[in-house]
């Protein structure tokens, strides 16, 4: 199983970016995808955003209002629509999937490879 994330890079204060995750491999079935973030300096990773295979959706209060997390289960993808980020919002992003790899089989949790998100004028 593999979770690659895209669409990382320089953005303004107050413009917009959408991240993306997609899932491939062995999978059975998907719970619960979401984004995680680790901040400069930090060694911590801040829950940012996730959402359940029926499309509950929880936040961390710094971003509620200005990211949007949505999910294609078709396409196993999660996506993060970043609006109006503010400096304090930079970090490397990771995407994160609780999956079952076949029937019968536990879930796991599984990370992607982080993408840089810098909000910077």
């Known amino acids: 199983v593999q979770l690659q994330a895209s669409g990382g890079g320089l953005v303004q204060p107050g413009g917009s970016l959408r991240l993306s995750c997609a899932a491939s491999g062995s999978i059975f079935s998907i719970n619960v995808m979401g984004w995680y973030r680790q901040a400069p300096g930090k060694q911590q990773r801040e829950s940012v955003a996730v959402i359940t295979s029926g499309g509950t959706t929880n936040y961390v209060d710094s971003v509620k209002g200005r990211f949007t997390i949505s999910r294609d289960n078709a396409k196993k993808t999660v996506y993060l629509q970043m609006n109006s980020p503010e400096p304090e919002d930079t970090a490397v992003y990771f995407c994160?999937?609780?999956?079952?790899?076949?029937?019968?089989?536990?879930?796991?949790?599984?990370w992607g490879q982080g993408t840089l998100v810098t909000v910077s004028s």
């Open positions: 994160y999937a609780n999956l079952r790899s076949r029937l019968g089989r536990p879930s796991n949790d599984y």
